[in-house]
């Protein structure tokens, strides 16, 4: 079993800041890539950033510039730093892992965590 547990989400003014953690645990033997992924209301889930174990980073566009993924692979944790904070980056974020378990790969969610910033 797999637990992906995030955290780090809140209130916050636009321009400011804010850093999500996500650590995954259970019986993992490796992890490839990471993400944090958003959910506006009435919207649709989005890729916001994604990372490989080498450290490759992908970013929407609309982030580019302000946020930040990073890794730690011994500790299976991804970060999102974000910065110069948006009212449209209100969202839930979920981190999500893609997990090596035997020969197959498997995705992981967390539950969410809420981020919303005002104007």
């Known amino acids: 079993q797999v637990q992906v547990v995030e955290?780090?989400?809140?209130?916050?003014?636009?321009?400011?800041?804010l850093r999500l953690s996500c650590a995954a645990s259970g019986s993992i033997f490796s992890i490839n890539a990471m993400g944090w992924y958003?959910?506006?209301?009435?919207?649709q889930r989005e890729l916001v950033a994604a990372?490989?174990?080498?450290?490759?980073?992908?970013?929407?566009?609309?982030v580019k510039g302000r946020f930040t993924i990073s890794r730690d692979n011994t500790k299976?944790?991804?970060y999102l730093q974000m910065n110069s904070l948006k009212p449209e980056d209100t969202a839930v974020y979920y981190c999500n892992a893609n997990v090596v378990l035997g020969p197959g790969l498997y995705d992981y969610w967390g539950q969410g965590t809420q981020v919303t910033v005002s104007s």
């Not at 990372?51 to 609309?62: E, K, L, P, R, V």
């Open 51 to 62: 990372i490989t174990s080498g450290g490759t980073a992908t970013y929407a566009d609309s």
């Open 76 to 78: 299976n944790t991804v």
């Open 38 to 43: 958003r959910q506006a209301p009435g919207k």
């Open 7 to 17: 955290s780090g989400g809140g209130l916050v003014q636009a321009g400011g800041s």
